[in-house]
């Protein structure tokens, strides 16, 4: 006679989805079966732990940075602005 146990026991996941739904797990965008999978991981794998707990640290430092993404490109327009009114003065005539 074959028991097969283990069918109700939740599947483990590997270091590689704990990458993979990382992000997703920080957002709390993922099912409570997954969570808790992920939970279970990082509960007896150390590495994935720190994984994450870096994905969390560096996804804070972001969100604190200011956002000076504009500035540079109104530099860039204003230089050319200036460019395009330099003509050529000495023309044949
Ligand atoms: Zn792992």
């Known amino acids: 006679m074959v028991q097969e146990e ?20 920080l957002d709390e965008h993922v099912s409570d079966e997954q969570k808790r999978r992920i939970v279970l991981h990082l509960a007896i794998c150390a590495g994935c732990e720190t994984y994450i707990q870096q994905i969390a640290t ?6 604190l ?6 500035q540079p490109s109104e530099l860039h ?7 395009t009114r330099t003509r050529r003065a000495s023309s044949g005539g």
């Open 6 to 25: 283990g069918s109700a026991i939740v599947p483990e996941i590997t270091c590689q989805e704990v990458v993979q739904w990382a992000s997703a797990y």
């Open 58 to 63: 560096v996804r804070d430092a972001v969100r």
């Open 65 to 70: 940075l200011p956002k000076t993404e504009e």
């Open 77 to 83: 327009r204003l230089r050319q602005t200036l460019g």
